[in-house]
C-alpha cells in the first residue's frame, strides 16, 4: 500500500463521494417524508371537509324538501281561501241586489 499513493488516494476520494452522495440522498429523502406528511395532513383534511360538505348537502336538501312540501300545503290553503272569498261575496251581492228589488218594490208600491 505504500508503493501506491495513487490508488490509496483514488479510494480516499471514491469514499468521500460516496459519503457525500449518501448525505445528499439523506437531506432529499428527509425532505420528501416533510412534503408527504403535510399533504397527507392536507388530504385528511380536505376529506373531512368533503365528508363535512356532503353532511350539509344533505340536511339542505332535506329542508328543501320540506319548504317545498310547505308550499303546496300553503298554495292548497290559498285557492280553498280564494274559494271562500268567491263564496261570501257571492253571497254579499245576494243579499244586495235583494235589498235593491225590495227597495224597488217600496218606491213602486207608494
Known amino acids: 500500500m505504500k508503493d501506491n499513493p495513487l490508488i490509496i488516494s483514488l479510494l480516499i476520494g471514491l469514499i468521500v463521494v460516496l459519503v457525500v452522495a449518501g448525505v445528499s440522498l439523506l437531506v432529499k429523502m428527509n425532505t420528501l417524508s416533510g412534503m408527504y406528511k403535510k399533504e397527507v395532513a392536507k388530504k385528511i383534511s380536505l376529506e373531512k371537509e368533503a365528508e363535512d360538505l356532503k353532511e350539509d348537502n344533505s ?3 332535506k329542508n328543501i324538501s320540506k319548504l317545498e312540501a310547505d308550499i303546496k300545503e300553503k298554495d ?16 254579499k251581492l245576494k243579499p244586495d241586489s235583494s235589498l235593491k228589488e225590495e227597495s224597488m218594490k217600496e218606491k213602486s208600491g207608494e
Open 59 to 61: 340536511k339542505l336538501q
Open 76 to 91: 292548497s290553503q290559498i285557492e280553498t281561501l280564494k274559494k271562500e272569498t268567491e263564496k261570501s261575496d257571492k253571497s
